[in-house]
């Protein structure tokens, strides 16, 4: 089926600044609440929110099958699982209809008035009901700094990093949206130089720069899927912010890995943007050596130019950009990924994220953690307003951003923003 959304010439009779995430190749899928109080599946294009119940009530995917509430539910899910063939319908469907020769829906006024809002007219939510979701450890630069400073420099990798997509199993129930603040957490650490430990709020949190993406039901349970066939299963892409206590997570982590210092929050940014939108960005990843084992192994292109950018804003105070990345550095891609959680026969379902992990370069201003970016609060940085960070204080708003450019498209994610609040406590 042809990707006619995608169409680079295509024009939209809606205004999009130049500059726009958000253009009418991109299409990406959300859910959000009216200025009436409805909570509805939707779309946004350039600094609208089109409301796809609404679409839906007047019959313009008339011709594509679908059940009858498919968009005027609160979560993705269902629609997620009905698979490629459909998302792909209704992708080039909206491209028609705001397409700029497209006069349909463009002089219906009282159609217009239904479907489209102003984008600070909406409350954007979480796009899924997440059932599970899983982190992995997938970047050789991220994983060998780290290494570095908690092992061997010489062994900074472990023996079986460079054989397989290291992952764990996270924590579903304090995944927010973009916007909602997270309260510093309370937890174990033990003080340097000493021999128990002591219990109190983190002192060290910290960012990591993440993509994830959504699944749909991919196979049943003791049925792998073939890494050749794992993109068919994947719906899109969000920015991903995986908060860290790294005081905690250092004196926990052995031997079981990440627990409290990882599971008090995490922040997405609410537009899943499509694989099939990414599309045109597709690139080559690192090569890979040694040879991952025949189940892994792939050719083609499986990562994506993805231009990532972090940034630090204190109250009151004017943001510092503090990294740029990209997610093309990824050592293990998204299909590897996939193929790696099943072959054991773990079933995949609607909705689940996957956390890349965090996504590190090649060089010290492009690592995707302040662990890594202060080398341990080593070497502080600097911000715009003359104060320092060795790690994210109270008050702080952490902002990360990203998008894909080719010639004239860009395609991007908008931005997942979050505020630190102090540790939580009842009135």
């Known amino acids: 089926m042809p990707l006619t959304a995608n169409n680079p010439n295509r024009k939209s009779w809606l205004n999009i600044p130049k ?6 190749q991109n299409i990406p899928f959300g859910v959000f609440i009216t ?3 409805v909570v509805t599946i939707g779309t946004r ?11 839906q009530q007047l019959n313009y995917f008339e011709g594509i099958e679908l059940t009858d509430d498919m968009f005027m539910q609160d979560t993705l899910n269902d629609f997620i699982s009905d698979g490629k063939k459909t998302w792909r319908l209704v992708r080039n469907r909206i491209a028609e209809l705001f397409d700029v020769n497209n006069a349909e ?4 006024e009282a159609h217009r008035e ?3 809002f102003k984008i600070e007219d909406v409350e954007m939510q979480l796009p899924v009901l997440i059932g599970d979701y899983t982190d992995f450890y997938s970047s050789r630069e991220h994983a060998t700094n780290v290494g570095k400073m908690f092992r061997d420099p010489e062994n900074a990798l472990l023996p079986n990093w460079l054989h397989l997509p290291v992952g764990y199993h996270g924590r579903s129930s304090t995944i927010v949206p973009s916007g909602i603040p997270v309260h510093r957490p309370y937890g ?3 003080p340097a130089g000493e021999t128990q430990p002591v219990f109190g709020p983190s002192k060290s949190i910290d960012f990591e720069l993440e993509m994830a993406f959504i699944t749909t039901d991919a196979n049943i349970m003791g049925e792998n899927i073939p890494v050749e ?12 912010n995986d908060w860290s206590a790294r005081d905690i997570q250092k004196w926990e982590y052995v031997p079981l890995g990440p627990f409290l210092a990882k599971n008090f929050a995490s922040s997405m940014s609410p537009w899943i943007v499509t694989l099939d939108a990414l599309e045109p960005f597709r690139t080559g990843g690192p090569e890979q050596d040694p040879k991952p084992l025949e189940y892994l192994q792939q050719t083609g292109n499986h990562a994506f130019d993805i231009n990532l950018q972090v940034a630090i804003e204190p109250e009151d105070a004017e943001e510092t950009v503090i990294s740029n990345s990209n997610f093309k550095y990824m050592y293990w891609s998204m299909s590897q990924q996939l193929a790696h959680h099943t072959i054991n026969g773990c079933r995949v379902n609607s909705g689940d994220l996957m956390g890349s992990g965090t996504i590190s370069g090649p060089t010290p201003d492009s690592f995707g953690s302040m662990l890594e970016l202060t080398w ?3 070497n502080p940085i600097t911000l715009k307003d003359g104060t320092e960070r060795k790690f994210i204080n109270d008050g702080d708003t952490v902002i990360m951003r990203g998008y894909c450019q080719k010639d004239d498209i860009r395609i991007g994610f908008g931005e997942v923003c979050s505020k630190l609040l102090p540790p939580f406590s009842k009135k």
């Open 19 to 24: 500059d726009s995430d958000f253009p009418i």
């Open 35 to 37: 200025k009436d109080d």
């Open 45 to 55: 294009i350039g600094d609208y929110a089109i409301d796809l119940g609404a679409l």
């Open 105 to 108: 829906l463009k002089d219906n």
């Open 114 to 116: 239904i479907v489209i």
């Open 188 to 190: 174990q650490t033990l």
């Open 229 to 240: 066939e794992a993109e068919e299963h994947i719906f899109g892409m969000v920015l991903f």
């Open 376 to 378: 341990g609060g080593k």
